[in-house]
């Protein structure tokens, strides 16, 4: 791992300020929602959440993703307040994140930057801190520059012109060879987990997948038995985790991975491809919200476009809305002019509307409070000795 250059150190202590542009067509009350889970983001990381600053803006600034009279007003804000980050809910450009840094004198970290923060900070096996740092050195390399300017602007800037540049280019190597090693070791993890995969015979494979702390390994270890690590913070579980489950005596295998996020780094997907690789091979994705979510449509959507971007779009669902103990009902007001939200709504009203609008199979419980879960292994064994009959049809004492 990237000791040195992880971005964040940790401390109670830190504070950190937040921006985000709101485009045009997009909502102000979306846009702090996305806030949300980025404070929620940086908490993890072990930094506070503070201000928050916004910006309606047809697209990013090319030089500073914001205004310059924006990056002012956040300047002095810093100037005046004790911040020591600043998180912008977007990846940024080198030059956008140098120029960014000279205006407002403390370390500026992008969505990217932090995500792969958080995962440097999760990873515990070889397999995922080898998967965290190749991801690492992938978003550092064009970054290289923006470091050299940094370090001459703290060293004053003397005599440095010269040697900065040979020594970016002594470091852009370095880390270019980084890469092709990592790239190489994870290629024989590929092929060895491909082989233990292959291993596992012709049993069905059910794969859980959801937005991260949607309570899929908290589900698992109801199901199978297990001590999965889970905690209410966001990629709690990195490593996939494989276990035999029987429900009625038909076995399959259940895998718990690593959750989606919007915005989920490019580096991160193609790093974590073996990983997505459980579930690319699976007979049914078992895709868990947390219905208590106030986006959690949003958060339904993320997930489709990443099953879409790794080819499993087309796996057989099966929908399982969690979290029904912690949702929140708010009576609608009919003179009111906002817009219903979700949470208007009922819990028996999104029932029906989802069981009517959706072919996919669905079904609400609450893993924490145990509710329904019976319901849940009978859906599961019905969906699984479809499965199981049709590859082992002579297995009659299943029936």
Request: negative net charge.
């Amino acid at each position: 791992m990237i000791k040195k250059d992880q971005i964040i150190k940790s401390s109670s202590d830190e504070m950190a300020a937040f921006v985000a542009i709101i485009p045009q067509g997009v909502e102000e009350r979306e846009v702090n929602e996305y806030l949300d889970e980025l404070e929620f983001l940086a908490e993890t990381a072990g930094v506070k959440g503070g201000k928050r600053f916004t910006q309606r803006l047809e697209k990013p600034n090319s030089r500073s993703y914001i205004g310059r009279g924006k990056l002012d007003e956040i300047a002095a804000y810093i100037e005046q307040n004790e911040i020591d980050y600043l998180i912008f809910d977007d990846e940024l450009s080198p030059s956008q994140l140098r120029n960014i840094e000279q205006a407002v004198g403390i370390r500026v970290i992008d969505r990217t930057g932090l995500i792969l923060d958080i995962f440097a900070q999760r990873a515990k096996t070889a397999y995922a801190k080898t998967q965290v740092e190749l991801a690492q050195y992938q978003y550092l390399l064009p970054r290289l520059t923006g470091m050299w300017t940094h370090l001459e602007r703290q060293r004053g800037g003397i005599s440095m012109r010269g040697p900065g540049e040979t020594q970016l280019e002594t470091d852009r190597r370095i880390v270019l060879d980084k890469i092709a090693k990592l790239k190489e070791q994870l290629k024989k993890i590929d092929r060895q987990m491909a082989s233990q995969r292959g291993n596992r015979g012709s049993l069905v494979r059910i794969s859980l997948v959801g937005y991260t702390n949607v309570g899929k390994s908290t589900i698992m270890n109801l199901l199978a038995k297990s001590d999965v690590f889970a905690e209410d913070k966001l990629f709690a579980t990195l490593d996939t985790t494989v276990r035999k489950v029987v429900i009625e005596n038909v076995p399959f295998l259940l895998s718990d991975t690593v959750g989606f996020i919007r915005k989920l780094p490019t580096q991160l997907v193609e790093s974590f491809k073996s990983t997505l690789d459980e579930v690319r091979e699976a007979d049914i994705l078992m895709h868990v919200v947390d219905i208590s979510h106030l986006n959690f449509e949003e958060h339904i959507r993320v997930v489709n476009q990443t099953l879409l971007d790794i080819g499993a779009k087309e796996k057989p669902l099966f929908v399982v809305f969690n979290k029904i103990d912690a949702y929140r009902h708010e009576v609608y007001d009919e003179f009111s002019l906002q817009e219903k939200k979700l949470n208007n709504y009922t819990l028996e009203e999104l029932k029906e509307s989802w069981m009517s609008k959706e072919h996919t199979p669905c079904i609400f419980i609450s893993a924490k409070e145990k509710t329904n879960i019976e319901k849940l292994r009978s859906d599961l064994y019905k969906m699984v000795a479809e499965i199981h009959a049709g590859r082992y049809p002579f297995d009659t004492f299943l029936w």
